[in-house]
């Protein structure tokens, strides 16, 4: 298949540590950790090896803090789900996972997970905050008769 991204980087984030591949060699995978400067270091290798692209999966909450320090950076960031990655044919590691991320985005297969912008977000949460308000209402009364 032909390569879509070429300066591309596959992450394969977790919670104590976060896998990164630049290429397909394992030379061209490193271990960083999740502290800020941990972060920062991450950022700062991507832009001395010409990487402006990076797919990653995304992970608990654990890819929020590394998402906005590769924006902040000037990187784009391609978020994905965990379910276009799950079909490798080899036993999984974080080291294996990484590479698999980066090649299938380079290859351009792995579509990118709706990320709303900030006013969206704020309403996604009072109407979220307001249906858990609605519920607890529902519940007071019930809790009051069984005292």
């Known amino acids: 298949m032909k390569i879509v991204n070429t300066h591309c980087a596959g992450i394969d984030v977790g919670s104590r540590s976060h896998y990164v ?30 990487i402006n692209s990076v797919a990653m999966e995304s992970t608990g909450n654990y890819w929020q803090n590394l998402y906005v320090e590769l924006i902040n950076s000037g990187i784009q960031v391609v978020l994905i789900s965990g379910r276009f990655t799950k079909n490798m044919n080899r036993k999984k590691t974080d080291v294996r996972d990484c590479q698999w991320i980066q090649k299938l985005h380079s290859l351009g297969l792995l579509p990118s997970s709706f990320l709303p912008d900030s006013s969206t977000e704020k309403l996604r949460t009072l109407c979220r905050h307001r249906a858990n308000m609605i519920d607890l209402k529902a519940d007071a009364p019930n809790k009051m008769q069984n005292s």
């Open 21 to 50: 591949a630049i290429g397909q060699s394992d030379s061209d995978v490193r271990e960083f950790g999740v502290y800020a400067e941990d972060l920062k270091e991450l950022s700062n290798w991507f832009l001395d090896n010409g």
